[in-house]
């Protein structure tokens, strides 16, 4: 059911082994063959690559292990459920505007109930460009923040991780809702139920080719190096040039999706 991956780091690196064995999970070490996409942060703005195809079998997925040198990475493997169609635009990741930046996404899991509430309102910040419940879901979350922090330049406010948190609890709890975002200078992992992350600090890492500090999150750990970490269910964590810079435990299973929908019509019905 779809695989992510993604990077911080302190300085641009090219990640290379941790980019081959994702590339894998596409279609050769998992059952992830539906397509694949690579976004990275390069000149102020995000470069992205994807095709509906195995990324296991991708002569260019296998170059771009080689070559993508960035700072901040997110790629992702689909195996397609919502809808079953593999196509360029049902594709991960996603790239939207929204608050004065580009933002990136993909998404591990299943949420199809967010698709009815989100074509029932009006989103003036992101609509979907495909027929996938991840697409629908990153519109559903883009439009609530927008809504919440209207004229606020983000991160210029404290209080915009905790919001990230609320509204993905609030999607998770229509489903199964992991997912990597990032606005070009910050990665914000999500694990509803599966995420692993290893972060490196320190000069030893300098001497092996690395930055200072390099966090990596990935849906299973990756390659044979040690110090894999699994996500809390319900925890996200935020990263800012390799290192961690705010966690935030949510609680998904608490939520009926009755309950959800009132805290949603909360959100939605702003002061």
Sequence with gaps: MCELFGMSASAPVTPADA????RLRGGQTADNPDGWGITYWEEASFRLFKAPEPAAGSAL???????????LILAHVRKA???PVNTLAN????LSKCCGKEWAFAHNGLVPDVVALELARENPVC?????????????????????????VQ????????QMFATISELIASYGKFNFLMSDGEHLIAY???RLYYLERHGSAEQEMGWPEDTALVATHPLGDEQGWIPFERGEL???????LIGRILTDPCSLSKTSANQDQAAILALE
Aim: charged content about 20%.
């Design 19 to 22: 980019m081959r064995a994702f």
């Design 81 to 83: 459920n919502y809808p």
């Design 91 to 94: 594709t991960h990741p996603f």
């Design 191 to 193: 694990g509803h139920d």
């Design 237 to 243: 964590r935020l990263y800012r040039l390799g290192s």
């Design 127 to 151: 609509r979907p460009g495909g027929q996938t419940d991840s697409e629908y879901a990153f519109c559903h979350l883009l439009g609530d923040i927008a809504q919440r922090f209207e004229g």
């Design 154 to 161: 983000l991160p210029d406010t404290a209080s915009w991780p």
């Design 61 to 71: 997925f296998d170059g771009l292990c080689m070559v993508v040198r960035s700072s």
